[in-house]
């Protein structure tokens, strides 16, 4: 749905959409109608491009040994929120042949230039996120949450890729540097002795942090001395992902109750007494989380090195809820 609503996006930045999917021409049809889906939608009901880009989800298997059930990573839940086998039912096919979610980018050229893949079927990565780290599409972020820090010829901002976060979507948090003329930040590889340009992002248990992505660095020698270093200069930007883990509690509910009208007695009354615990003790409703960002680094000029520093910020991030759907 997000890809529908941000299709504009897409449209001004010259980037045509479609997704890939095992299901059938019939059902796709369906699904587009339902929720107004506008783009391409291609079926892959035989999942032969599926399993020829390496993308088919392995944890759902054949079925060999009950029909109608798919052996999942943890038999139930992974695939679906309830029950395969009364899924699979209302479905009349197996979930063999799904894919991993994600995305390949794909140049003009026909080449692919980024590929963003995700383990858990429901983890997808933000438009921003897609758009501006993807494709390097350059568009304003600066609207965005955002926090600021500075010491001698050194400017640092923390600044979200969305403006804001919701569950399991994959967003960046682009730290950016901007260097007086004449002034380096080392990065890595650097000799022992010195300090190399590091992120550190501490969230709170609701939020999960990917692999820092620094970008490219050149060599440079400092006079005097005989290491050879490897330096940051001019406007850096180092991108770290960042993603909303905590389920929308309205979500859950609504997903036990699914549940409870799937089941048959006494399993149906356990799921209705857990649903009605739940309700009694329901949790506050997390609206905003605080990310705190440390930037730990060494500068130099090209005649002395200067004594390494860190600075922190703290972004503070709005929570965006889930969208809910019966259907």
Do not use: W
């Not at 479609?18 to 107004?36: C, L, N, R």
């Not at 933000?126 to 400017?155: H, I, K, Q, Y």
């Not at 509690?249 to 009354?269: I, Q």
Request: hydrophobic share 40%.
């Amino acid at each position: 749905m997000q890809l529908q609503q941000n299709l504009d996006q897409f449209d001004r930045a010259g980037i045509s959409v479609f997704a890939i999917s095992y299901d059938s021409v019939e059902a796709q049809a369906a699904f587009a109608k339902q929720y107004g889906i506008t783009y391409s939608l291609l079926s892959d009901a035989n999942h032969e491009a599926i399993e020829a880009t390496g993308i088919l989800n392995r944890l759902a298997v054949p079925d060999e040994s009950e029909p109608g059930l798919a052996t999942t990573e943890q038999t139930i839940l992974k695939v679906t929120p309830f029950a395969t086998a009364a899924t699979e039912r209302n479905l009349g096919e197996s979930f063999y042949g799904i894919p991993y979610p994600g995305s390949y980018l794909i140049g003009t050229d026909g080449r692919v230039i980024e590929k963003l893949f995700y383990r858990h079927y429901r983890t997808r990565p933000s438009v921003a996120t897609v758009l501006r780290s993807g494709f390097g599409v350059d568009f304003e972020v600066r609207d965005n949450p955002a926090a600021e820090a500075s010491a001698a010829g050194v400017r640092i901002r923390a600044t979200l890729g969305g403006e804001s976060m919701t569950y399991m979507e994959t967003s960046m948090l682009y730290v950016e540097i901007d260097l007086a003329e004449g002034l380096h930040l080392y990065g890595s590889p650097v000799p022992e002795g010195y300090v190399a340009t590091t992120v550190t992002v501490s969230p709170p248990d609701s939020v999960e942090i990917g692999p820092v992505r620094y970008p490219g660095t050149r060599p440079f020698a400092v006079a005097g001395l005989d290491e050879t270093f490897h330096v940051f200069e001019g406007s850096v930007e180092i991108a770290i992902p960042v993603y909303y883990v905590r389920e929308d509690f309205e979500h859950l509910l609504r997903r036990a109750r699914f549940l409870a009208g799937e089941l048959e007695e006494p399993s149906a009354g356990v799921v209705r007494q857990l649903i009605a615990h739940a309700e009694e003790t329901r949790p506050p409703t997390e609206r905003s989380v605080r990310l705190d960002v440390s930037l730990r680094y060494q500068a130099c000029t090209a005649d002395a090195c200067l004594a390494p520093r860190t600075e922190s910020l703290q972004v503070d991030v709005p929570i965006a809820p889930v969208e809910i759907r019966d259907a």
